[in-house]
């Protein structure tokens, strides 16, 4: 479990460079960005799939729901996430996608082998609060009747991405390198996508290089660590640690001088932070009577 716990913490760092990444992008057109990106995490299942030596063509013969529950969750929740920032304002629609921290710690209470406990959901509900306040800028939100299109489509995004990686761990005998599968077949539908509803940008040499790294991080290097982490970490610890990656981006941009610091990202990284700690309550019980333990075998055997 603890290695499942920091590959799915490593999910977590490589989506807090999303938004750097995606600035560096600049204009290319989001189903575009996402073919490249997903066909780039392509790559890495092929090397994965060679280093295995099993050939190409097992990794596609998964059963009917594993590719279902695979290309629903990775395209899917592009592709909803898309819809709702184009039909509703991209402020009300972040902080609606940003339930599926949330949405992970509830639908684990699903699963056979997991136990929900209070604290995991007062972890989450603060983590909650602080993505808030980073999405919201400090400021209030005024959802409008007239964009309840955009904010059902925020909705989908937030189930479908929960729902996924919790039926990871449903699908724990599937391995990991199946991702790669998932991943070309979602490159290939945001290329029909793009086809469909968008016009070819071509990229010059800083957008390739930010395209390359978003494929290789957090759009898709980091699906490969986080179907592991899903699979054999604490899916509840790491769901609510999860409202660290909109912080860890925010931080990210402001060390690199894109955004500014001010009082509500502190106020949100003392409520993310106050979450993540409550949330890991029964790992840091473990820890502690471990230590305990550990310390009284050294006073009695010197």
Request: glycine share 10%; hydrophobic share 55%; with cysteine.
């Amino acid at each position: 479990m603890k290695n499942g716990n920091l590959f799915g913490i490593s999910a977590i760092l490589l989506w807090a460079t999303l938004a750097s990444f995606g600035v560096l992008a600049g204009n290319i057109p989001p189903f575009q960005l996402t073919s490249m990106a997903f066909f780039v995490a392509f790559l890495i299942g092929l090397f994965l799939w060679k280093k295995e030596g099993k050939g190409v063509i097992v990794h596609f013969k998964q059963p009917l729901n594993v590719w279902i529950v695979g290309v629903c969750g990775l395209f899917g929740y592009h592709f909803f996430y898309f819809l709702a920032i184009q039909n509703a304002p991209a402020v009300e629609a972040n902080l609606i996608n940003y339930l599926w921290p949330l949405l992970i710690v509830l639908f684990s209470a699903l699963l056979p082998t997991e136990r929900l406990r209070w604290f995991h959901i007062a972890g989450a509900l603060l983590g909650f609060l602080g993505a808030f306040l980073l999405v919201s800028k400090g400021k209030g939100f005024a959802f409008d009747t007239a964009y309840i299109e955009g904010y059902m489509y925020a909705v989908l995004c937030g189930v479908i991405w929960a729902t996924y990686s919790v039926l990871s761990r449903h699908f724990a005998h599937v391995p990991t390198s199946a991702v790669g599968a998932f991943c070309g077949v979602t490159a290939l539908l945001s290329f029909a996508c793009h086809l469909l509803f968008e016009a070819t940008v071509i990229p010059d040499t800083t957008q390739l290089l930010a395209i390359i790294a978003l494929g290789l991080g957090p759009v898709g290097g980091a699906f490969f660590v986080w179907d592991i982490g899903m699979k054999s970490g604490d899916i509840q610890l790491i769901g609510s640690l999860s409202y660290a990656a909109p912080l860890l981006s925010t931080l990210l941009l402001i060390t690199l001088g894109l955004a500014q610091m001010s009082l509500f990202v502190w106020l949100a990284c003392g409520l993310i932070i106050a979450g993540s700690m409550l949330s890991s309550l029964n790992q840091l019980r473990k820890l502690f009577d471990g230590s305990k333990v550990k310390s009284k075998h050294q006073t009695l055997f010197p």
